[in-house]
Structures are given as structure tokens and as C-alpha cells.
């Protein structure tokens, strides 16, 4: 009897609660481990690899966190992401890197988009059937089998990503070439397609990736050869792609279309019209609220936590301008203690909103402070959970708890309210520079802790040539664990 290392009902309940496309997905990533079932469903995928003791617990974690179901992760096999992300870094992987590309490639990809590659696609393969639903792994599948795509064969996808202008996917494929060509001490064999494994007597691979691998400005060869060649064309480190678009461990991803959502939430309206316009050239899904009162930002809040698109987008950005205290906002309510700021930032912190876990997470907040013998005595908001430490420390200026969880940048900046009460239609200035930064195309290649220093240094020049009962104060509190840059120009 054959050995099983993973109990059926594992299987059965981590199949039972993935969707068509992660079930789709999950086919896809294991089309090498078995071959000869290629159009089983994924059930019988998963039973017939753990009974050829090719599926582990390990290995399924693999498959979880390829298919981004961190939830399932905890709750069902009882780990972590990060604990998987280590795994991976030292440990022999489940999935060849080929198809884990295809699969984020497929994650960036918009509905137009593939029915875009489909269309490019009838020149090479007139006969290929185009449903209306084709996904892009479809598509992948579909190119497989007629041997014009592989894990060394990827000059078409750049071509098609070239037509419809991705030049952020060709860029991936080139980086995969590159770690392919100069392979670590720790490089994972030789993968290859479900064709190739189907047809041991043929040569059909050569060493890892380089057949046909050429500088991207050489032209590419006319007519694609219908069998991958058999005997390869060497390369040496100097004869290759300059890496200058390598992306290194130590950056944020930011690579997805949008970059992420921008949320702006503002209650005097002096600065919204610029904000937007920044961000939407950034690359940002931007959504603007102007005067909301507490219970209708609480509710926008907690919208905009449950998006199932920032499973998609690489990071999310929150603008806050209200009146209030150092701690929290009034928004048009006017009463005390307002809205607490780290309510907000609660709403998307991973516990939160998983699907922005390890994603940067940015807040710009222009608090309009009211003195406090002018704020109101009583809050319209009834707010769940223990926030009460936060809001009786209101008396002690900047006291902020710096976040316990990763990835968070948190830009808060104060000036009196009475600066928007001597020019009512004025803008602020912090967001007036910050926005200017942003739009200038030198400053916002700089990462965003450099951009904020030069925000820094713009606003207290501007402090020096006002009253001081007029000056802005700022406070920049942060957890990112990497590098962040906003433009990939």
C-alpha cells in the first residue's frame, strides 16, 4: 500500500474552498509533477500525487501561498506566511520558477488584456480556440501543448506583452532569464513542461534556460521552432542583458496595475483636486470622499478594508485632512474625541485586511489641531473595540503608538486650525510639497523615506518665514521592511 503524507480530508477540505480560478491556478502549478494528468481535476491531482509521495505538507503550503490563500495557511494547516516564505528560501520548492512566473504574470493581467494576447495570439496560432472567458494560464496551456511556450521558450509572451504595452511583465521574464543563466549555489534541477515530460526518448531540454537566450536588443528569429533546439547556445554573464532592472529582495514589489488603491478622505476640500490628479499618475485606483461625517468614513473605511482587489495590487495608499486633535480626526461632526487615527490605521494592518499583508501601507494625515477649550464635548461615534488609552492621552502632543506590524508608513502632519481659518481656500502646505514631489519626475524615482526627507526640509524652510503660531509640525513613524519607491521610471 502506498504511503500517503497528506490525509484525505486535508485534501478534501482545502478543495472545497478554492475557487474556479485558484482552481485553475493550483492545476496549472503542478502540470510538471504530473503529467499524465493533465486534465484530471484537482482532486484527483492532489490524491494521485500524495499517493505517489510527491505531495507533502510542506509542498502543500507551497501551493497555498502560490495561490495567495494565506487565510487557509493559518486556519487550516496552522502556519504562517512568513514561515513559508523562509521554507521556501532554504528548502528544495515544489513549483519550478517558470510556473510560479506564469502564475504572477497572470495575477497582473486585466480581462482586456488577455482578450488582447488571445487576439495577438491568432497570428502565431490561427486555429487556437479564443473563448470570451480564456484566462491567461488558458492561454499559457493552450501555447504549452503546441510547444511555443516553455520554461526556456518565452520570446513570444514578450512579444505579445511588447503589443499591448507591459513593459513591467517583459521586464519580469528578463529577470527570470538572468537568475536563470546565473544560478545560485542553491538552484532548484532542471524543470520542464508537461510536453516535454510526456516524451522522455526526445531531447528536448538543454541546460537551464539557455536555448536562445540573446540580448533583448538582438533581433528575434523569424520563424519560432515548432521543438525547443537541442543544442544550446552558450552565453557568457558579460554577453547578456544588463540587470538594471533586476528587482532585489530588499524593494517592495511594485510592479501591478494599479499600484494599489488610493484612498482620500477630505473634509475641507482645499487639496483634493491635486491629491488625485498625483496619485492617479502614479499609477494609483484613486477613490476621493469629500465631507464626511465619522459614521460615513467609518463606513467607507470599512469598504475599502474588504476590497478583494488589494489581493492584486502591490500596495495602499490612505490620505486623511480633517480637523482635530493630534489623535484623531472630528471630519464635519466637530466633536470630541473624533475619530481615533489608529482606528484607522487598524482597519488595514494584515490581522485586519490580509489581503495587504507584506504590502506597503501608507497614511498622510493634515490634522487642523483645535484647541481643546473649542472642541465639542461628546462623539456621534460609536466605535467597536478598546480604544480608550489612545483618546485619554489627547493632552500629550505626537502621542502615537508606532504600529506592531510591519510595513506601515505613517506621515502625520499638524498645523493650528487657525491657519485655515485666517485663508479658508488655502491649501496645505505639507500636501501642496508632498504632491510636488511626487510630480517631479526626478524626486519620485528617490524612495519614498528620501521624499519625505526632502518633504521635510521643504516645509520647515517654509516655517521659517511665518509666524509660529502658524508653523507645521511633522512626524514620520514607520515599519517598512524594505525599500519603497513609488515609480519604477
Known amino acids: 500500500m502506498t504511503k500517503c503524507q497528506v490525509p484525505s480530508a486535508l485534501i478534501h477540505q482545502i478543495e472545497q474552498e478554492l475557487d474556479k ?18 486534465t484530471a481535476d484537482l482532486r484527483e491531482l492532489l490524491v494521485t500525487l500524495n499517493e505517489r509521495e510527491k505531495l507533502s505538507l510542506y509542498g502543500l503550503s507551497e501551493l497555498l501561498y502560490r495561490v495567495k490563500r494565506f487565510d487557509m495557511l493559518r486556519r487550516i494547516l496552522k502556519t504562517e506566511k512568513a514561515t513559508v516564505e523562509a521554507n521556501l528560501a532554504r528548502c528544495p520548492r515544489l513549483i519550478s520558477d517558470y510556473r510560479v512566473l506564469m502564475a504572477e504574470i497572470n495575477e497582473n493581467l486585466e480581462k482586456e488584456e488577455v482578450d488582447s494576447l488571445a487576439f495577438l ?57 538572468q537568475e536563470a543563466i ?24 538543454d541546460p537551464p534556460y539557455n536555448s536562445g537566450i540573446q540580448d533583448v536588443n538582438q533581433e528575434r528569429t523569424q520563424n519560432r521552432p515548432g521543438l525547443i533546439q537541442a543544442e544550446p547556445v ?27 488603491i488610493c484612498l482620500i478622505i ?10 488625485e ?12 470622499f469629500r465631507y464626511l461625517n465619522m459614521d460615513t468614513m ?7 478594508a474588504r476590497l478583494q482587489k488589494h489581493r492584486n495590487c502591490d500596495s495602499f495608499i490612505c490620505i486623511l485632512v480633517s480637523r482635530g486633535s493630534p489623535q484623531s480626526v472630528f471630519c464635519t461632526d466637530q466633536t470630541f474625541p473624533g475619530f481615533p487615527l489608529e482606528r484607522v490605521k487598524k482597519y488595514f494592518t494584515a490581522d485586519s485586511c490580509p489581503e495587504l499583508l507584506g504590502k506597503p501601507k501608507l497614511f498622510f494625515i493634515q490634522s487642523y489641531v483645535v484647541p481643546e477649550n473649542e472642541q ?35 506621515s502625520q502632519c499638524k498645523v493650528d486650525v487657525s491657519t485655515l481659518e485666517r485663508s479658508p481656500g488655502s491649501s496645505s502646505y505639507y500636501l501642496h510639497c508632498l504632491a510636488g514631489l511626487l510630480r517631479n519626475p526626478h524626486k519620485r524615482k528617490l524612495s519614498i523615506l528620501d521624499i519625505h526627507t526632502e518633504l521635510n526640509r521643504e516645509v520647515y524652510e517654509w516655517n521659517k518665514t511665518i509666524d509660529p503660531s502658524q508653523q507645521y509640525s511633522l512626524l514620520l513613524q514607520h515599519t517598512l521592511r524594505k525599500k519603497l519607491f513609488l515609480s519604477s521610471a
Open 21 to 38: 480560478e485558484e482552481d485553475e491556478l493550483m492545476i496549472f502549478l503542478c502540470r510538471d509533477l504530473a503529467p499524465d494528468l493533465a
Open 121 to 177: 495570439l491568432r497570428d502565431y496560432v490561427p486555429r487556437m480556440k479564443m473563448g470570451k472567458d480564456k484566462s491567461f494560464i488558458g492561454l499559457v496551456i493552450d501555447l504549452e501543448k503546441l510547444n511555443l511556450v516553455a520554461s526556456n521558450q518565452l520570446d513570444l509572451l514578450e512579444d505579445c506583452f511588447q503589443n499591448i504595452h507591459r513593459m513591467d511583465l517583459i521586464r519580469k521574464i528578463q529577470k527570470y532569464k
Open 182 to 205: 546565473m544560478p545560485s549555489v542553491h538552484s532548484q534541477p532542471v524543470y520542464v513542461n508537461a510536453l516535454q515530460a510526456s516524451l522522455p526518448n526526445l531531447s528536448l531540454i
Open 234 to 260: 552558450h552565453i557568457s554573464i558579460q554577453e547578456s542583458e544588463p540587470m538594471s532592472h533586476k528587482v532585489f529582495d530588499d524593494q517592495y514589489r511594485m510592479q501591478s496595475q494599479p499600484l494599489g
Open 266 to 275: 477630505d473634509c475641507i476640500g482645499n487639496d483634493s483636486d491635486v491629491l
Open 277 to 288: 490628479e498625483t496619485f492617479r499618475d502614479l499609477g494609483y485606483d484613486v477613490h476621493c
Open 298 to 304: 467609518n463606513q467607507k473605511l470599512r469598504e475599502f
Open 376 to 410: 465639542g464635548c461628546t462623539s456621534l461615534l460609536e466605535i467597536d473595540g478598546n480604544d480608550d488609552n489612545i483618546i485619554s492621552n489627547a493632552k500629550i502632543p505626537w502621542k502615537v503608538t508606532i504600529p506592531q506590524v510591519a510595513d506601515i508608513f505613517w
